[in-house]
């Protein structure tokens, strides 16, 4: 057989997400963004003893380290992209990333919510003013940073039929941007809450809160880049589309296999039993236009015989 005709058949694994490089040099801003802003809240939270901000610098600076993990992950997926040793390609490194960011998170709110209960037991006062413009400074870099990292991926929210197009590495970077966001708002509302109302002890508090919402956000991650990495079914109604354009006629499938490789792509390997084989071609054509589908395989088993079929 030719070479030429070889190469006819041959396609490349390379199934990174739409927006890969913008979002990898996005990502590297945001990081450095994150790291200056870092040492300026825990300066200033030690300082001046407020316990939301030493939380939000702290929280931050793992933030710091999350978001380099994005960065690192986007530009190993890109480099080794065609690397013939990954057999899918590099896609799913980024959900490996997303998964050890979600482990930062809850580790995160673990350390917010036990350093907020001592605060609770000891508590400490607090230089409010001071406090207060290094938290504003903190909200203002967060929400720079939120925007640069923000585009349409997350406006799908959650809904399960976008499953397969979410890009768990941004969405990784993106949630410990928003985490820090929220601390900030929170850390703000608590410093005046209890400047003028004289509730110390809601800074605190505050902690917790944050740390709440933030253990929250990490579970969902950890389920969603861990189903991912197991190759669960992106999707049931994914599931049951392919099932339904490839059962025409006679055709049945006695077996189907449904994962993820990369944000955007799903593929596909197919075994049908039929009694009027046709090429693997003929087949795949029922699955053209089918969004997210990028590699699909199909085999064809034949039982000859209208009678001998249905009995397979």
Same mark, same amino acid.
């Given at each position: ?37 870092? #040492?300026?809240? %825990? ?64 580790? #995160? ?31 203002a870099v967060n929400l720079v940073s939120a925007w640069l990292l923000g585009d349409d991926d997350h406006a799908h929210g959650e809904?399960e039929d976008h499953h397969h197009h979410h890009d768990h590495n941004h969405r990784a970077a993106y949630l410990h941007v928003l ?33 709440? #919402? %933030? ?32 059962? #025409? ?52 088993? =034949? =039982? ?7 009995? =397979?």
């Open positions: 057989m030719h070479t030429r005709s070889i190469e006819n058949w041959q396609h490349d694994h390379v199934f990174l997400g739409a927006h890969h490089s913008q979002r990898e040099r996005r990502t590297w801003l945001v990081v450095a963004l994150t790291a200056v802003m870092m #040492v300026v809240e %825990i300066a200033g939270g030690m300082i001046y003893g407020s316990m939301a901000l030493v939380a939000d610098g702290w929280h931050m600076s793992t933030h710091a380290a999350a978001l380099s993990i994005a960065a690192l992950a986007y530009a190993y997926a890109r480099r080794h992209a065609k690397n013939p040793r990954f057999a899918f390609g590099t896609g799913k490194v980024g959900e490996l990333a997303g998964f050890a960011s979600a482990l930062i998170l809850a580790l #995160v709110a673990l350390m917010i919510g036990y350093e907020s209960v001592t605060r609770i037991l000891r508590p400490v006062a607090i230089d409010y003013d001071e406090a207060l413009l290094i938290a504003a400074v903190g909200l809904e985490a820090d966001a929220v601390t900030s708002v929170l850390a703000i509302g608590g410093l005046l809450a209890a400047r003028f109302f004289d509730w110390p002890w809601i800074d605190p508090v505050v902690g917790i809160i944050g740390s709440v #919402v %933030i253990a929250v956000w990490a579970w969902g991650l950890l389920r969603s880049s861990g189903a991912v990495l197991l190759d669960l079914v992106p999707a049931p109604k994914i599931a049951d589309l392919v099932r339904e354009r490839l059962e #025409v006629g006679g055709d049945r499938l006695a077996d189907l296999h449904l994962w993820r490789l990369g944000p955007g792509h799903i593929a596909v390997v197919a075994a049908l039993v039929t009694d009027r084989p046709q090429r693997p071609d003929a087949y795949k054509v029922r699955l053209h236009g089918f969004m997210g589908l990028s590699h699909v395989t199909v085999g064809v088993h =034949c =039982c000859p015989g209208h009678a001998e079929a249905e009995a =397979c």
